[in-house]
């Protein structure tokens, strides 16, 4: 079985007022000792797995900020990978960078590397927006960083945009999108912002410095945002993704149709021979354990409920919907099963939901409020 490869690097130069994923801020020194943390946990997962003979069919580093690493620690890294690991030529390679931080050079070196698909990290075109967010580039470094992607001959690389940002009206994330399609990646991902406990932005709303959009506007602007993306010939094959034709994203495709995946690095989760696990959410934990020749494992305990209910999840959230045979196979149980009846016929007669022979999917009002839906089906 192929599967694809995560790798979350965990440093950033700055804290966006928004996120909560696991990160570090940048130190020369820390960062070569998680490299060499991570060529151990490269080697010990390479012994577990190796002998089956299994192979990398997709690459995506994640972060962190993955575009202010060392270009020296990265290659000798990505050459190691290669000689543990069965890796297909031309696979989709992804690497999210951020455009201030995004040169040239890094552009040039990832491509020789095989990195075919950069991934931007834009959020907004508006600089008060950016602002909020605490996002230290500015709109001309999303400009410039497209500008090289198009120069060196990058075929294939995307962009990330939030919207239902605090401030943010539907003429601001207009004038966003015209200047985003202008520019015209092969890949959008289109994300409503999430406030998260504990983050920066959440404290600056709950003190009442921020006020978040209502909920009306939140979902007029994203019905909005699918129109106008759709009508300049990006297709929605997920919620939040939208792509020109044979442009989608091969590796996140996996995680939502339940293919396995390997994480490496701090906090990277894995689903790989039907266990989920995930790595220690903490730098010196991680550097600890592999160099005692351990994998800094954390392994989810939770049962097959569980993983049918996020399999109807992920599914639901892609035009496809979820695959019945696909669902059966891996369960050895029908999705209604683990649906509830009552909500299951009532999303059927409304037209939420879409029952066809071989998937289960929703309707295109059903998208527009797939967490309620979700949240019913399974409660």
């Not at 990195?115 to 967010?133: E, H």
């Not at 160099?291 to 109807?312: C, F, H, N, T, Y």
Request: glycine share 8%; hydrophobic share 35%.
């Amino acid at each position: 079985m192929p599967f694809g490869l995560y790798l979350h690097f965990p440093f950033c130069n700055i804290d966006c007022s928004y996120c909560d994923f696991y990160k570090e801020h940048y130190e020369c020194g820390l960062e070569e000792n998680f490299y060499k943390a991570l060529t151990i946990e490269t080697e010990l997962t390479a012994a577990q797995y190796a002998p089956y003979d299994r192979e990398i069919t997709s690459i995506y580093v994640g972060g962190g900020t993955p575009s202010i690493t060392n270009l020296n620690h990265f290659s000798r890294w990505f050459y190691h990978l290669k000689r543990h690991f069965h890796i297909t030529d031309g696979i989709e390679f992804s690497i999210e960078c951020n455009p201030e931080s995004i040169t040239l050079e890094s552009l040039i070196i990832f491509k020789e590397l095989g990195v075919n698909r950069p991934v931007f990290g834009i959020q907004s075109f508006d600089s008060r927006l950016l602002k909020i967010l605490n996002r230290k580039h500015h709109p001309h470094h999303s400009h410039r960083a497209i500008y090289w992607a198009n120069a060196l001959g990058y075929k294939n690389f995307g962009a990330d945009f939030i919207f239902g940002l605090p401030e943010q009206t539907s003429r601001m994330l207009s004038a966003d999108l015209d200047q985003l399609i202008d520019l015209a990646p092969t890949h959008i991902s289109f994300y409503q912002l999430t406030v998260e406990a504990g983050t920066e932005l959440a404290a600056n709303i709950s003190a009442g410095f921020l006020k978040m959009p209502d909920p009306e506007l939140a979902i007029a602007m994203y019905r909005g945002g699918c129109q106008r993306m759709m009508e300049a010939g990006y297709g929605r094959y997920e919620v939040s993704s939208f792509a020109r034709k044979g442009y989608e994203c091969k590796h996140n495709l996996g995680y939502w149709e339940g293919n396995d995946y390997l994480g490496l690095g701090p906090s990277a989760h894995s689903f790989m021979n039907g266990k989920h696990f995930a790595n220690v959410s903490n730098l010196q934990t991680y550097i600890t354990e592999t160099r005692a020749g351990r994998l800094p494992r954390i392994i989810d305990k939770s049962g097959v409920e569980q993983r049918m209910s996020e399999a109807i999840i992920l599914g639901l959230r892609t035009s496809r919907g979820i695959s019945r045979s696909q669902f059966s196979e891996r369960f050895g149980a029908p999705i209604e099963t683990r649906l509830n009846r009552e909500h299951y016929r009532l999303l059927v007669e409304s037209g939420h939901l879409v029952p066809d022979r071989k998937n289960l999917r929703l309707s295109e009002e059903g998208i527009y409020i797939v967490d309620e839906i979700t949240r019913r089906l399974i409660d």
